[in-house]
């Protein structure tokens, strides 16, 4: 089993940035793969970003590139998302997901454990 909780969600002005965190517990190896997720009101759930635990490497959605950055601290068994410059099709209940793939996957239907999500609202 995997616990996973969000923090850092809030209402923010266009152009603001915000730092999410994920604090992960339980069985470390059905955490190979950490992702951030995001769904809007009336949309479909759809990735964010991913970071391997082990490695590091990250994959970004075209819409986060450049503007967000990925990372965890293996020490604290935490993920971390930095968003800059937010816009209001930012606004969603952002997620995180643990996968036990070893390897970048940004289908949800990879991750088994996932968080109750914070919210971010960019007021424009």
């Known amino acids: 089993q995997v616990q996973l909780v969000e923090s850092g969600g809030r209402l923010v002005e266009a152009g603001d940035s915000v730092i999410l965190s994920c604090a992960a517990s339980g069985r470390a190896f059905a955490y190979n793969t950490l992702a951030w997720f995001r769904q809007a009101p009336g949309k479909e759930r759809e990735f964010v970003a991913a970071i391997m635990w082990s490695s590091g490497d990250t994959d970004y959605a075209d819409s986060a590139k450049g503007r967000f950055f990925i990372s965890r601290d293996r020490a604290e068994n935490t993920m971390y998302l930095q968003m800059n410059e937010l816009k209001a099709d930012d606004t969603a209940l952002y997620t995180c997901?643990?996968?036990?793939?070893?390897?970048?996957?940004?289908?949800?239907?990879?991750?088994?454990?996932w968080g109750s999500g914070t919210q971010v609202t960019v007021s424009s």
């Open positions: 997901a643990s996968s036990a793939i070893v390897g970048i996957t940004t289908a949800p239907d990879d991750y088994a454990y």
